[in-house]
């Protein structure tokens, strides 16, 4: 067995006291659990931000203000060692929802008044019982569209509020087998090599079913939807992303590892591609861009069953040239 207890309680007793907290109060949490020069990283507006103080002015004391009520619904709690370091780092992770009542403004986006569910998955790396860095992916237009507006031509996969693993038994707060996270570990890896190169010599659904099951699910970001199915994973997202771009590089992750039959990683950026055709109904500019993933997996058997990503596709499209956020709220 693995034991990350002494990181999970640290990361689960920081989540405590955040949720607990009011948006004023949110500072003097995150100076508790993080370090002094905490790196902070989030998607497109928001950045990078360095130390408790700016991060609670950034991104914590706005979100609370606007979704009163904001608690942490958790689908997927993990926690191991970044593959891809050699000391080893420890990463915790957490995948789920913000939920709250949309009050007031947030980065423009004019408030509902109802229920709002703000996906999010988010990495801390914890070292000697504090938070040294983190990442946090919010899904952004998601909650655009729940107020109404549409940032994003109509997409090829389902837009909804997506639940957590079938199973549901992803909130791993105790230790798992080992042997168990390295099986998962070495079919992420599997499938990153397979992802990478687009050229196996296969079909697509045929390279697709060398690492997933037939009844896979795909649970994608607002923008491009979720699918399932690995026909219709091809055909709703996999092959047109593929028919889309070229000049894909490798993919690079900041943080990558496996607990149990979970597993998952995040990349600033995962790769950069350069859009030759259309994608997302926007027309190709020819410019390569960088997407910022996140990648949380669900392992059965020998095979992958569920995957929830998150792209940071405000960042990517103010690459190519268009403010998303800035068109369709008019900041």
């Known amino acids: 067995m693995t034991d990350f207890q002494t990181e999970k309680d640290t990361v689960r007793a920081f989540f405590a006291e955040l949720e607990t907290a009011g948006p004023d109060e949110s500072a003097a949490v995150l100076d508790r659990y993080c370090a002094p020069n ?18 609670a002015q950034t991104v914590w004391e706005p979100l609370k203000a606007s979704l009163t009520g904001l608690q942490r619904r958790m689908d997927v709690f993990m926690a191991g060692q970044n593959s891809l370091d050699p000391g080893g780092a420890v990463w915790v992770v957490s995948m789920g929802h913000f939920m709250g009542l949309f009050d007031a403004p947030w980065l423009g986006i004019v408030p509902t008044g109802k229920l709002a569910m703000l996906r999010y998955a988010e990495f801390h790396r914890v070292a000697a019982g504090r938070i040294m860095e983190t990442a946090l ?7 655009m569209m729940q107020a109404g507006l549409e940032p994003f031509p109509a997409q090829t996969g389902a837009q909804l509020v997506q639940p957590g693993p079938r199973t549901h038994d992803g909130l791993l707060f105790g230790a798992q087998d080992a042997g168990e996270s390295a099986k998962t570990l070495s079919l992420i890896n599997a499938m990153i090599a397979d992802l990478g190169q687009w050229q196996s010599g296969l079909s697509l659904e045929e390279e697709l079913a060398r690492t997933w099951h037939d009844d896979m699910i795909w649970w994608g970001p607002a923008g491009i939807g979720a699918t399932y199915t690995i026909p219709r994973y091809a055909r709703q997202h996999s092959g047109p992303f593929r028919s889309s771009f070229t000049d894909r590089s490798k993919s690079t992750h900041v943080c990558r590892f496996a607990e149990g039959t979970y597993g998952g990683f995040f990349g600033w950026p995962s790769f950069t591609a350069r859009p030759t055709g259309g994608f997302m109904g926007m027309p190709a500019t020819g410019k390569a861009g960088e997407f910022r993933v996140v990648d949380i997996y669900r392992r059965d058997g020998d095979k992958l069953a569920e995957n929830w990503v998150f792209i940071d596709l405000l960042h990517f499209w103010r690459m190519q040239g268009v403010d998303i956020l800035a068109r369709t709220v008019g900041i």
């Not at 992916?137 to 909650?143: H, N």
């Open 137 to 143: 992916f919010v899904d952004i237009p998601g909650l």
């Open 38 to 55: 905490v790196l902070w990283r989030g998607v497109h507006p928001l950045g990078k931000v360095t130390g408790p103080g700016a991060i």
